[in-house]
Every structure is written in structure tokens, then in C-alpha cells.
């Protein structure tokens, strides 16, 4: 099996070495995460990998390809975290799609090609390994570091509400009305939102509210 791996990998990189870009997909399926069982480490050609890392030699290749020199794009496809890392600090984009369903192929060509602009948020917050969480035996939400979004204390690798478009966009003038509120009240919140980029954007604006 690792000889199969050792070829593909190699075969691919080949490819790479050819073109002017290279668009990578990569991530999980149904098979690999899901309720009722856990996520298993999967090794590839002797080197084990991060438990929420790409499985299999996706890494492995991503790695090969990488060092072809060659601009990536590298699109994602997987319902729960992935700790990219290495990816995030060596590819020139990455697209998160999760399971985009059957007409994600022309909604992801709609992107990479400009006719649409991305503008989704993270609905999760993604850690650089596994290591950054609490030991699995640990169900406290709160146990140091913390889990999720609401109580992860340490450096996330992409936080909840990340989220990148083609545009540069711009917040000012930001105001809240009243400042202060008791239960039940309603918040006004006004704010100045511009693009200050070269291409078209689209923007989601979001915000999220925390008792002190």
C-alpha cells in the first residue's frame, strides 16, 4: 500500500512541475468523520500525522507540491476542524467549501474564476493541532485551554467569524446606541463599511455580543 502512496504522490508532483498553477482538493469524507465514532490518526509512508490533520498523504503530497515552486490554491472539503497548519503557512489560498453538495464543483469554479467573490465566516473555531485541546477524557468546556469558540483561550490557527474576500474592507465610524443595556433591550449599531481594494467584494458583516 505505502509503495502505491510513494507512486501517487510522486506521479502528481509530476503533473505539478507542468503548469502555471495548481488547484489542490483535499480534506475528509462521511467515512472519515462522523457521529458515534472518533476520528483515527492515519499514518502515510511511515510518518504519522496530527489527528485532525489532512489524513492520509494528503500532506505528504501537499508537501511534494510545494516544493515544485508552483502558486496553490488549495480548496477543503470536510464537515468538522482541520488543523492546516503547514498548509496556511505555504499555499497562496485556501477555500473552505465543507461538503458543498452537487452543484459545489460550478459554485467553487464560480469563485476561483471571479465571478462570485467569497464572503463566508468560520462557524467554528480551528486549532493549529490537537495538541492545543484539553485531553479527550476531559468533557469540561472550560478545562484550560478551553474548547470551541466560546471558551478557547489559546492561539487559534483561524478563529470563529474568520473570513477573507478578493476586496479590502474597511470598518469605521463604528457605533453602538445605547452603550449599555439591560436584559431584553435592543442595541442600534451603525457602522461604515467600504472597500478600499482594487476588485469587487462581497462582505458579510457579523458581531458578536459578550457579557463582561
Known amino acids: 500500500e505505502h509503495v502505491c502512496m510513494r507512486a501517487c504522490v510522486h506521479a502528481c508532483m509530476l503533473m505539478a512541475c507542468g503548469v502555471q498553477l495548481v488547484i489542490m482538493v483535499m480534506g ?32 505528504t503530497l501537499l508537501k511534494q507540491v510545494v516544493a515544485t515552486g508552483k502558486p496553490i490554491v488549495l480548496i477543503l472539503m470536510n464537515g468538522g476542524p482541520l488543523s492546516i497548519s503547514y498548509a496556511a503557512a505555504q499555499v497562496d489560498a485556501i ?21 462570485h467573490a467569497p464572503m463566508g465566516r468560520m462557524p467554528i473555531t480551528t486549532v493549529a493541532s490537537s495538541g492545543d485541546l484539553p485531553n479527550a477524557t476531559d468533557y469540561g468546556m472550560a478545562t484550560a485551554p ?10 487559534p ?8 474576500t478578493y476586496g479590502d474592507i474597511e470598518y469605521t465610524a463604528i457605533q453602538l446606541a445605547p452603550t449599555q443595556i439591560k436584559p431584553c433591550d435592543s442595541v442600534k449599531v451603525e457602522v461604515s463599511i467600504s472597500n478600499t481594494g482594487l476588485h469587487y467584494a462581497d462582505e458579510v458583516s ?5 457579557q463582561p
Do not use: I
Open 28 to 59: 475528509l469524507s462521511g467515512h472519515q468523520e462522523g457521529e458515534g465514532h472518533d476520528r483515527s490518526k492515519v499514518n502515510c509512508v511511515d510518518v504519522e500525522m496530527d489527528v485532525l490533520g489532512l489524513p492520509g498523504c494528503q500532506e
Open 95 to 115: 477555500l473552505e467549501v465543507w461538503y458543498p453538495g452537487a452543484l459545489g464543483g460550478t459554485a467553487v469554479a464560480d469563485v476561483l474564476f471571479g465571478k
Open 146 to 155: 478551553g474548547r470551541t469558540y466560546k471558551y478557547f483561550t489559546g492561539e
Open 157 to 164: 490557527l483561524y478563529p470563529f467569524g474568520f473570513g477573507l
Open 206 to 210: 457579523s458581531g458578536v455580543a459578550q
